[in-house]
């Protein structure tokens, strides 16, 4: 009898541990496709606010900007810098934003979210933004290059320009562009992000998105 049992309750651990191994990828990809759909919401969020600050101050965020939004920051932030962090701090600054939400990629730095401390120089900091800022050199993408990408996720702070995560979001990235609408593009292996016809992110000239004399350069998310 006792023999029995055992062999019932070993059977049902063999059934239970199948079960799972079957049932582990299909949660994965499950939680994969609602950290996408976060970002996606987030990115709409976030590309309203974009499109806020540009119709107030003229353009996106750049260095220019900086000294326009930096009198009216209640604390003293820095607001331009190598990284998309200090970029879009600018829209916290000018009190478009009030949350550290939008910029925040669930998963990307290890994390679930963000801390929400604004105060002093705690906005956005490293890990708490995972976008990528598109530029044109120094300054912002003119708000007239309605197809380019403005905002890309999720990108890699450390990997080739341009090149995003296949994995975090089972080789899909939403990205916002210029004229706020937010799209989802195919990764390839490789990371790098295709926008038209099979042209690179940051590929120039005939049959891109970019026009002629832009210099398109991708701020990464800062690290932790």
């Given at each position: 009898m006792?023999?029995?049992?055992?062999?019932v309750?070993?059977?049902?651990?063999?059934?239970?541990?199948s079960?799972a191994?079957?049932?582990?990828?299909?949660?994965?990809?499950?939680?994969?496709?609602?950290?996408?759909?976060?970002a996606?919401?987030?990115?709409?969020?976030?590309?309203?606010?974009?499109?806020?600050?540009?119709?107030?101050?003229?353009?996106?965020?750049?260095?220019?900007?900086?000294?326009?939004?930096?009198?009216?920051?209640?604390?003293?932030?820095?607001?331009?810098?190598?990284?998309?962090?200090?970029?879009?701090?600018?829209?916290i600054?000018?009190?478009?934003?009030?949350?550290?939400d939008?910029?925040?990629?669930?998963?990307?730095?290890?994390?679930?979210r963000?801390?929400?401390?604004?105060?002093?120089?705690?906005?956005?900091?490293?890990?708490?933004?995972?976008?990528?800022?598109v530029?044109?050199g120094?300054?912002?993408?003119?708000?007239?290059?309605?197809?380019?990408?403005?905002?890309?996720?999720?990108?890699?702070?450390?990997?080739?320009?341009g090149?995003c995560?296949?994995?975090?979001?089972?080789k899909?990235?939403?990205?916002?562009?210029?004229?706020?609408?937010?799209?989802?593009?195919?990764?390839?292996?490789d990371?790098?992000?295709?926008?038209?016809?099979?042209?690179?992110?940051?590929?120039?000239?005939?049959?891109?998105?970019?026009?002629?004399?832009?210099?398109?350069?991708?701020?990464?998310p800062?690290?932790?």
């Amino acid at each position: 009898m006792i023999l029995i049992v055992v062999a019932v309750v070993v059977t049902l651990l063999i059934v239970v541990a199948s079960l799972a191994a079957v049932a582990a990828p299909a949660l994965l990809r499950m939680r994969k496709k609602g950290n996408q759909a976060a970002a996606a919401a987030a990115g709409r969020n976030l590309s309203n606010a974009m499109m806020e600050f540009q119709m107030e101050y003229g353009s996106f965020p750049d260095d220019e900007t900086a000294k326009l939004v930096g009198p009216k920051s209640p604390y003293p932030y820095v607001l331009s810098g190598p990284h998309s962090n200090d970029y879009l701090r600018q829209l916290i600054a000018a009190g478009l934003v009030k949350s550290e939400d939008p910029f925040f990629i669930r998963g990307m730095f290890g994390r679930d979210r963000p801390d929400n401390r604004m105060e002093n120089g705690h906005a956005l900091e490293p890990g708490e933004v995972g976008w990528g800022y598109v530029m044109d050199g120094n300054k912002a993408i003119s708000s007239e290059s309605y197809a380019a990408p403005l905002l890309v996720a999720p990108l890699m702070p450390d990997g080739p320009p341009g090149t995003c995560n296949p994995k975090l979001f089972n080789k899909h990235a939403p990205v916002i562009c210029v004229d706020g609408s937010v799209k989802d593009l195919w990764i390839s292996p490789d990371g790098h992000l295709r926008i038209k016809d099979g042209k690179l992110l940051l590929e120039t000239g005939p049959g891109t998105v970019w026009p002629a004399g832009v210099t398109p350069v991708i701020r990464p998310p800062a690290a932790p």
